[in-house]
């Protein structure tokens, strides 16, 4: 059974820093593309982030751009978003997802994690 | 950016009836768009990709159609369960990748 767990987020003051983690397990971490989404709370959802398989390719929206950083460990099946310069419109659950596609992008998100929630206030 | 805009906002509806949710693309997104299903407090769930083809395990009553700018979800019979909101999102301009603002299917 494929499985997504988030970690790591709370309560952080604007211009701070927080690092996201995802754990995945029950299909090959290493052969996917990894995203993050976001939702702030009782709004849509937003992209974040996405990182290739080998993490030779990196995408972030421009709204996070320069202050977030996606990465992943192959060998311990575990993506990361770290998030620095904070604000307050940063709020928002957090997703880990997977993309469709094996060893290629589909740009489509079949599995997600249960999501973190990230709040930037002081 | 593509922008999506789905509607109606809101839909209420009975259990049995037969659900209709538009998303329209600001430019041709091909055939490449999908829905997601969202409950409360979950994640969301794909349903279809690629406007047409259902995801895995997802039941025959969930229908997509459309291309270029124009697409379709369709619930022939709604289920209690199927009472949730709805995001389509666009991979043809990648990235970004882009989600609609949601199109909410609650009870009558």
């Known amino acids: 059974e494929v499985q997504l767990v988030e970690s790591g987020g709370g309560l952080v003051k604007p211009g701070g820093s927080l690092r996201l983690s995802c754990a995945a397990s029950?299909?090959?971490?290493?052969?996917?593309?990894m995203n993050w989404v976001r939702q702030a709370p009782g709004k849509g959802l937003e992209w974040v982030s996405s990182i290739s398989s080998s993490s030779s390719y990196i995408y972030y929206a421009d709204s996070v751009k320069g202050r977030f950083t996606i990465s992943r460990d192959n060998a311990k099946n575990s993506l990361y978003l770290q998030m620095n310069s904070l604000r307050a419109e940063d709020t928002a659950v957090y997703y880990c997802a997977r993309d469709r596609g094996t060893m290629i992008w589909s740009y489509y998100f079949d599995y997600w994690g249960q999501g973190t929630l990230v709040t930037v206030s002081s | 950016e593509i922008v999506l805009t789905q509607s109606p906002a809101t839909l209420s509806l009975s259990p049995g009836e037969r659900a209709t949710l538009s998303c329209r693309a600001s430019?041709?997104?091909?055939?490449?768009l999908a829905w997601y299903q969202q409950k409360p407090g979950q994640a969301p769930r794909l349903l279809i990709y690629?406007?047409?083809n259902r995801a895995t395990g997802i039941p025959a009553r969930f229908s997509g159609s459309g291309s270029g700018t124009d697409f379709t979800l369709t619930i022939s019979s709604l289920e209690p369960e199927d009472f949730a909101v709805y995001y389509c999102?666009?991979?043809?301009?990648?990235?970004?990748?882009?989600f609609g603002p949601g199109t909410k299917v609650d009870i009558k």
């Open positions: 999102q666009q991979r043809s301009n990648w990235p970004p990748v882009t």
């Open positions: 690629d406007a047409s």
């Open positions: 029950g299909f090959t971490f290493s052969s996917y593309s």
């Open positions: 430019q041709s997104v091909s055939s490449y």
